[in-house]
Every structure is written in structure tokens, then in C-alpha cells.
């Protein structure tokens, strides 16, 4: 092999575990690095909603799909931090649950 090709390997190979230890820290448990997405869900919304607002305000709304897009979306706007995939799972988990 060439020093080139042995360069792109080994910066994939720091790519592939920098992207296992990020996915091993978000769930909390280092052996669990895919979790369903329900549980992602319900993490989020006890992590970052809960900062403003009681579990059990979020979990006694009802409201469909398109009505929890608008309600996360304003949420970020008032400063709630999402990724895009997060807001998504979040979304799901909600349009799911909370009908």
C-alpha cells in the first residue's frame, strides 16, 4: 500500500470511532450505540423540553402530526436546541404518543 492510501484508511477509521464514541455518549450507555427511536424520543423530550417545561404539560397535550412540527418548531424559535434529526425523532415520538 501507499502512504496516500494508508492515510485515507486511517482517516476513516478516526471518522467511523470519533462517530462510535459520539453515539455511545449521547445514549448513556457505551454497549448501546442504536437505540429505537421511541426512547430517543422520550430522552429528548425529558432532556431539552423539560428545561421549560413539566413532563406532564407535554404529555397531556394531544395534537396531530403537523401540529407538533408547528409547536417544536416554535420551541426552537424561542431558543429550544435541536438538531434537524433531533427535532424529527422528537416529532415522531410526540405524533406518536401524544395523539
Given at each position: 500500500m501507499n502512504k496516500r492510501t494508508i492515510s485515507i484508511i486511517?482517516?476513516?477509521?478516526?471518522?467511523?470511532l470519533v462517530g462510535v464514541l459520539l453515539a455511545s455518549c449521547s445514549s448513556g450507555n457505551a454497549t448501546a450505540t442504536?437505540?429505537?427511536s421511541s426512547s430517543d424520543g422520550q430522552a429528548l423530550m425529558q432532556?431539552?423540553?423539560?428545561?421549560?417545561?413539566?413532563?406532564?404539560?407535554?404529555t397531556?397535550?394531544?395534537k396531530t402530526a403537523a401540529e407538533w412540527t408547528t409547536?417544536?418548531?416554535?420551541?426552537?424559535?424561542?431558543?429550544?436546541?435541536?438538531?434537524?434529526?433531533?427535532?424529527?425523532?422528537l416529532i415522531d415520538y410526540l405524533a406518536a404518543n401524544y395523539k
Open positions: 486511517s482517516a476513516l477509521l478516526m471518522i467511523m442504536a437505540s429505537s432532556d431539552r423540553c423539560s428545561v421549560c417545561h413539566s413532563t406532564d404539560r407535554i397531556s397535550a394531544h409547536t417544536v418548531q416554535k420551541m426552537i424559535n424561542h431558543g429550544a436546541q435541536l438538531t434537524s434529526q433531533e427535532q424529527q425523532t
